[in-house]
């Protein structure tokens, strides 16, 4: 799977993409990690694509319910706002997916996502073993790591190395 498709089976979210491969804002998401962003443009369509309860601006107030008349119906469904990507990338071994138009719910399926990315390997998809590279700081599994020939750091090698930093 690549970014382009991803924003080509997602075009109501992606409507801000305008078609430019070389920006690092978008092309930043790592391959590993296209199948969390899947599932996440998944579920926000599918959330967008519902309807929420609103009260009704033309409730008759004190009228008793009557299933015909809308006017009685003191809550009616509306279309949800359709939320839109301005960014996604990748930054200090994290997911950022920046969005318009989102509320609680959608904060919550994009905070998932990240969780699950910063504990995915961003090549092979593993979530076992995992550790960071130095550099530009990204979460790999060692073998990913080493094949790229860059300097790795398991995650609790990386922690001790901090924290001795900071003391
Ligand atoms: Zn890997």
Known sequence: MKTEEIIAKYPKIFQHYEGNPGDVNWFGVPKGWLPVV????????KYCDSTESKPNPDYLEGSAYDPRDPRTHRYIQVPRKQVVCIQMKE??????????????????????AEHICSNTCEVCETREG???TKGWITVRCQNCAEIDGKVW???????????NRAN
């Open 153 to 163: 750091l398991s995650r609790e090698d990386w922690k001790d190395m901090h924290l």
């Open 91 to 112: 930054k200090f071994a994290g997911l950022r997916f920046y969005t318009e138009g989102h509320d609680e719910t959608v904060q919550g399926m994009i905070s998932l």
């Open 130 to 132: 995992l550790g960071y």
């Open 38 to 45: 899947d599932a996440l443009c998944g579920a926000i369509q």
